[in-house]
């Protein structure tokens, strides 16, 4: 096993290390006895030059047998940057997370602020509060988002907070800066002394995207293991990017609306049953 090699997405080859395997497994917040289970069976299973990507596929299998949730957020990465390339679809997962908040939400407006007009991803309201939402979206997951994209949404918000302050507007204005992937340790100091929130990957620790998935089973389509770009498509044009829009989904429902053979229909439903069920491992 000290010998197995394993090609990168990068096309790279490197020595497979079994323990950084059972650490991406734990992260999930699966339990220590699981994951070291499933790393074991995985890290015995697989052949030299195998793919980083076959793995993930060997481990989400052995993980979907025991709990669909975990499989599930163990794919987030991977699934929230399949919601792209352009990173249209990210912003409306964004959108659709502040939807099952109850904000009042539109996307893809415009503000007036001081000095310009700002494009604005996502905009948020609930009562006197107005969150300015910044989709910040990586096509790759491993890629971090830095300072100057923090700096500049900073700077947006101040711009729309002295024009609203102009109009006599007394609402109150926050911006959110929510990533697909990680803040480098920049980003998140120069946050400490502004008014200003970041969500990502995993940080903040008590309301981060892989936390508040899980929690509320707000789960992006594109985490479901069987589906394909054609049905990722159709279900954009459809505007579903929540696996929980699909709850009420029979097999016929994915053949006739969504488009695909019924064979593929059974498996999508199926795993939508498995996935929006409660799960105690």
């Known amino acids: 096993m000290k010998n197995h090699k394993v090609f990168k997405k990068s096309g790279e080859l490197e020595l497979f290390d079994p323990n950084k395997l059972c650490g991406s497994i734990k992260m999930t917040g699966v339990k220590e006895s699981l994951a070291n289970q499933v790393c074991g069976i995985v890290a015995s299973s697989i052949d030299s030059d195998i793919s980083s ?33 352009s990173g249209f679809l990210f912003e409306q997962y964004v959108a659709a997370l502040f939807l099952e908040m109850e904000y009042k939400v539109k996307t893809n407006v415009y503000a007036k602020g001081e000095g310009v007009d700002h494009e604005i991803d996502v ?23 830095h300072i100057p994209q923090v700096m500049y949404a900073d700077a947006k918000l101040a711009d729309i907070r002295r024009q609203k302050e102009k109009m006599g507007d007394t609402r109150e204005f926050y911006m959110w800066m929510i990533t697909n992937t990680r803040f480098t340790d920049s980003a998140i100091n120069y946050i400490k002394h502004r008014d200003l929130q970041l969500m990502g990957w995993d940080f903040p620790q008590y309301i981060n995207l892989m936390k508040i998935v899980y929690e509320k089973k707000l789960y992006p389509v594109t985490v479901l293991p069987s589906i394909n770009k054609k049905a990722l498509k159709k279900m954009a044009e459809l505007d579903i990017v929540l696996v929980k829009k699909l709850k009420t989904f029979s097999a016929d429902d994915f053949r006739n609306k969504i488009d695909v053979s019924m064979t593929l229909a059974k498996k999508l439903h199926q795993e939508v049953v498995d996935l929006m069920i409660e799960n105690t491992v």
């Open 123 to 145: 905009w948020a309201e609930k009562g006197n509060v107005v969150f300015i939402v910044e989709a910040k979206y990586r096509n790759d997951y491993k890629n971090k988002t």
């Open 53 to 85: 990507e076959e793995i993930f596929k060997i481990t989400r299998k052995y993980l979907y047998q025991s709990d669909p949730g975990i499989a599930a957020i163990y794919s987030l990465e991977r699934g929230l940057s399949a919601l792209g390339p």
